[in-house]
């Protein structure tokens, strides 16, 4: 198949041609009348008037013929652009609905991922709520516990005290009990002697 540039400029030779050579005809018929009415003959200029009438029309003739063709080709151009176009058209529409069709398993593909991050999301958020609780509870509970442990520390340090007041006291009693028995000794003592010397 010859490609279009290669037919477009061959016909432009063709028709350049056909009309050179319909020009070129009614220049002779010209030349003939002009010729012909320079001799004066009128015999001459009848026969050059129509041998002019038939020149002009083989001129009238190529011209159409030049005419019918080149609407001929234009049309041929004008399928083949449109073959050309459907063509592509049917190529672009084609490539569309796979680009559409790609695109939308994408936006599938997609919108379950964003699905699934969603779920993992609230999952991850239920467990934070929970951790939080626990995390809140086990506070609750380390505080009471330091608050008992303050409040054992303060009565440890009263029965401390108190323990320490019943040494001291404990002390104090043993040495009245020492210094009561060391008197009660001393009067037993007293008590024998003199019923010693009674007796």
């Known amino acids: 198949m010859t490609s279009p540039s290669a037919r477009s400029s061959a016909r432009r030779r063709?028709?350049?041609?056909?009309?050179?050579?319909?020009?070129?005809?009614?220049?002779?018929?010209?030349?003939?009348?002009?010729?012909?009415?320079?001799?004066?003959?009128?015999?001459?200029?009848?026969?050059?008037?129509?041998?002019?009438?038939v020149l002009g029309a083989a001129a009238t003739r190529i011209t159409h013929s030049e005419l019918v063709q080149t609407r001929r080709d234009a049309a041929m151009d004008r399928a083949q652009q449109a073959q050309a176009y459907r063509d592509i058209t049917a190529r672009r529409t084609a490539e569309s609905a796979a680009f559409a069709a790609d695109m939308q398993?994408?936006?599938?593909?997609?919108?379950?991922?964003?699905?699934?991050?969603?779920?993992?999301?609230?999952?991850?958020?239920?467990?934070?709520?929970?951790?939080?609780?626990k995390m809140n509870a086990e506070a609750r509970r380390a505080d009471v516990a330091e608050l008992e442990g303050l409040k054992l520390s303060e009565v440890l340090e009263a029965s401390e005290t108190r323990a320490a007041e019943a040494v001291v006291r404990v002390a104090e009693l043993e040495a009245e009990l020492d210094a009561l028995r060391a008197e009660l000794?001393?009067?037993?003592?007293?008590?024998?002697?003199?019923?010693?010397?009674?007796?």
Do not use: H, M, N, P
């Not at 919108?111 to 934070?128: D, N």
């Not at 000794?185 to 007796?199: D, G, L, T, V």
């Open 14 to 53: 063709q028709r350049s041609t056909r009309v050179t050579v319909a020009a070129g005809l009614l220049l002779l018929a010209a030349v003939l009348v002009f010729g012909a009415i320079a001799t004066g003959q009128f015999l001459l200029v009848l026969l050059a008037a129509v041998g002019a009438l």
């Open 105 to 133: 398993a994408r936006i599938v593909e997609r919108e379950e991922t964003i699905g699934q991050l969603e779920s993992e999301l609230g999952k991850a958020l239920e467990r934070a709520a929970t951790a939080t609780l």
């Open 185 to 199: 000794e001393a009067w037993q003592a007293a008590a024998s002697q003199a019923a010693y010397k009674r007796a």
